[in-house]
């Protein structure tokens, strides 16, 4: 099994930045689909963006030119730097490791960590 951990949430005003880290406990890290999604309170899980074994990337339109996804194979871990934070960015926020299939969906993830809480004030 595949343990992950986020770190790096918090609150911050309105045009601030985040960046968030995840540690994975496997030693086949690199052969995963890593991802970030988020879900505020009444709303549907969100894809966030996407980064594929071999580098690929994926964003939701609502993020694009602001987050960036990257992961460091190294040290098992997956980041996402968050700029220009808007309060709609509000939410707890989950890093998750897929098998297959690398497609900006909950459904090709299998394992998920904690959640950590990300809150934009306007």
């Known amino acids: 099994q595949v343990q992950l951990v986020e770190s790096g949430g918090g609150s911050v005003q309105a045009g601030g930045s985040l960046r968030l880290s995840c540690v994975a406990s496997?030693?086949?890290?690199?052969?995963?689909?890593m991802g970030w999604f988020r879900q505020a309170p009444g709303k549907e899980r969100e894809g966030v963006a996407i980064v594929g074994r071999s580098g690929g990337l994926a964003y939701t339109d609502s993020v694009k030119g602001r987050f960036t996804i990257s992961r460091d194979n190294a040290k098992n871990t997956l980041y996402l730097q968050m700029n220009n934070l808007k309060p709609e960015d509000t939410a707890m926020y989950y890093c998750a490791a897929g098998q297959n299939i690398c497609l900006l969906r909950a459904r090709f993830f299998d394992y998920w960590g904690q959640g950590i809480q990300v809150t934009v004030s306007s």
């Open positions: 496997t030693y086949t890290y690199s052969d995963y689909c």
